[in-house]
């Protein structure tokens, strides 16, 4: 979704409110509209509450020496919807739509470890984030 869908504000209260720090943070970025115009939130509902997240946005934690995109990040599944293979369709929903706007590759940033390569990334190797931070570099080819 971008800022035009009906459910925009409801995803800001429920990113804002979940149990993950880094919620706040994107409910900010939503409304703030530092958004480009491909990246986009991916939310999964159940019964028509929201009960997860994740983006599709040009840039991760990368420095801009990186010419890697799009990232995938801010992967997010309320804890009463875990094991129900819902971070599995919020990654496959945001691949399928990077997939639709050109790109062959997506990746992701995380301190996981055997938690990305069961959904078909491959380990790039670890890198420094902007914030002086390890983190490992995933890739999928589409």
Excluded at 54 to 78: M, N, Q, R, W
Excluded at 86 to 98: D, Q, V
Aim: charged share 30%; hydrophobic share 35%.
């Amino acid at each position: 979704m971008n800022k035009d869908h009906y459910l925009w504000d409801k995803t800001i209260s429920y990113a804002e409110g979940c149990s993950w720090k880094a919620g706040p943070y994107l409910a900010e970025m939503m409304r703030s509209g530092k958004l480009s115009d491909i990246e986009r939130i991916i939310i999964a509902c159940e019964d028509g509450e929201i009960i997860g997240f994740c983006t599709l946005a040009e840039k991760d934690e990368l420095p801009d020496s990186f010419a890697y995109t799009p990232f995938i990040g801010f992967i997010f599944v309320d804890e009463k919807a875990r094991g129900k293979r819902i971070s599995e369709k919020l990654i496959y929903t945001a691949s399928e739509y990077a997939l639709s706007i050109g790109y062959e590759c997506v990746y992701i940033l995380s301190g996981e470890e055997g938690l990305y390569e069961k959904y078909g990334f491959e380990k790039i190797g670890d890198v420094e984030t902007i914030y002086g931070t390890a983190d490992q570099l995933f890739r999928k080819k589409l």
